[in-house]
């Protein structure tokens, strides 16, 4: 069974870089046809789809987002990065990571793994 798990810093000031990392657990990142995605969810809004890396390595971003982050893989570690600079109060919210071999976007019922979720909040 697959597993995702999410981590980062939890706390980050405004302007800040942020790092978020999703492990792979119980199969691979590699694996054919499955794209990783990362997903948001701000305080009382709904979820907001950020971008995807493909198995081979290929990523797909939301415009509105595109200029300020990057998403990443480490084969070897078997781990997807999320990376945002220039962070604003906005950008608040938990950060999801999940993996579908048809699908990428905002509807979570579609993907067919989901991680737990990590906190963050940037504030002074």
């Known amino acids: 069974q697959v597993q995702l798990q999410e981590s980062g810093p939890g706390l980050v000031k405004p302007s800040q870089t942020l790092s978020l990392t999703c492990t792979v657990s119980g199969g691979s990142i590699t694996t054919s046809y499955y794209a990783w995605s990362w997903i948001r969810q701000p305080p009382g809004k709904g979820l907001e789809w950020m971008g995807v890396?493909?198995?081979?390595?290929?990523?797909s971003y939301s415009p509105s987002l595109k200029s300020r982050f990057t998403i990443s893989r480490d084969n070897g570690k078997n781990t997807a990065y999320l990376e945002m600079n220039n962070l604003e109060p906005e950008d608040s919210a938990v950060y999801y990571c999940?993996?579908?071999?048809?699908?990428?976007?905002?509807?979570?019922?579609?993907?067919?793994?989901w991680g737990q979720g990590t906190q963050v909040t940037v504030t002074v």
């Open positions: 890396i493909d198995y081979d390595g290929s990523t």
């Open positions: 999940a993996a579908d071999r048809f699908y990428y976007g905002s509807s979570a019922r579609q993907y067919e793994y």
